[in-house]
């Protein structure tokens, strides 16, 4: 199994500019979800999904967008990218509640 | 929403040595877990310790969830057990989400 993958590594863009990171897992999880990562505020959630179809907002939701139209992928959208979205973002998955997150290696962002 | 506190914030160790990080919790937890970001940024799991204790080579966890608190131990720590290590929470009667605190960043010193 490769996990949780994440694609691109790291992305510069300008203020405006749009772009989906891509998450995807081979593990058959039914649990997904984004989180960002700033210095001293450790991860927040973004938004989260329990299944296909289903997703749902975390903590920081504002500026991006998700859809889950299949068990394995998970994107993520910034509609319109501003300086305050420049940060870390892992994505993750796990079987189902109450079970081990397994996490993504991040992708790192930043935004002028 | 829940409160959860790591400490110490920061902790610097000589190679060898022995340390404990704690995790304080302000309501009853479904799920908790410990993770280590290494200085590449990766997130490894530890432990998945909702309660009871676990071991795990040099390593071990308790969490005793009827006091609010877990505890991860190093023990003979190593230059390579450096950086962050954070504890993870997922509250009763929630959607599932974990809830992380802020982290223990290690320094091991050779």
């Known amino acids: 199994n490769a996990g949780v993958t994440q694609t691109p590594k790291f992305q510069v863009l300008k203020t405006g500019q749009s772009m989906t990171l891509q998450c995807a897992q081979d593990?058959?999880?039914?649990?997904m979800s984004w989180y960002r990562q700033d210095p001293g505020m450790g991860l927040r959630l973004i938004h989260y999904?329990?299944?296909?179809?289903?997703?749902d907002q975390g903590e920081v939701p504002n500026g991006y967008n998700v859809s889950r139209s299949t068990t394995e992928d998970f994107p993520l959208r910034l509609l319109s990218a501003a300086p305050s979205q420049t940060s870390v973002y892992f994505c993750?998955?796990?079987?189902?509640?109450?079970?081990?997150?397994?996490f993504g290696p991040g992708t790192r962002l930043l935004v002028l | 929403g829940i409160q959860v506190e790591q400490s110490p914030p920061d902790l610097i160790l000589q190679e060898g040595a022995n340390s404990t990080l704690r995790c304080n919790f302000s309501?009853?937890?479904?799920?908790l877990q410990w993770f280590h970001q290494n200085p590449w940024g990766q997130l490894i799991n530890l432990f998945y310790?909702?309660?009871g204790t676990k071991q795990n080579g040099r390593l071990s966890a308790t969490t005793v969830a009827t006091e609010r608190y877990s505890l991860l131990y190093i023990s003979s720590s190593q230059t390579t057990d450096s950086g962050v290590y954070f504890c993870?929470?997922?509250?009763?009667?929630?959607?599932?989400?974990?809830?992380f605190g802020k982290g223990t960043k290690l320094s091991v010193k050779p």
């Open positions: 993750a998955s796990r079987v189902r509640r109450q079970e081990t997150q397994y």
């Open positions: 593990m058959n999880h039914e649990y």
């Open positions: 999904s329990v299944g296909a179809g289903i997703t």
């Open positions: 309501d009853s937890v479904n799920n």
């Open positions: 310790i909702p309660s």
């Open positions: 993870a929470l997922e509250v009763g009667g929630s959607q599932g989400n974990l809830i």
